[in-house]
């Protein structure tokens, strides 16, 4: 039996730091689209104990997306 590779950082994409820095703090849409991104990704693998802060740190990423799509429009 083959044991599954561990997946490896995108080489192409920007290496972010851990933790996320303040959400206030982003201030261009692509970072952060990639810190939604990779919260996301972080819900759906998540145990069932830490869902509801990734929830709510995903919802406060999407809002100030939101925010700061109005802002530069």
Known sequence: MRRAKTPR???GGPQLPEPLPSV?????????TVWLGTFRERLRIAH?????????TV???EAHYRRRRADLS
Request: charged share 45%; net charge negative; hydrophobic share 35%.
């Open 24 to 32: 206030a703090s982003l201030e261009g849409l692509e970072e952060i």
């Open 9 to 11: 950082p995108s080489e």
């Open 59 to 61: 919802k406060e990423l």
């Open 48 to 56: 069932a104990k830490d869902r509801k802060t990734l929830e709510a």
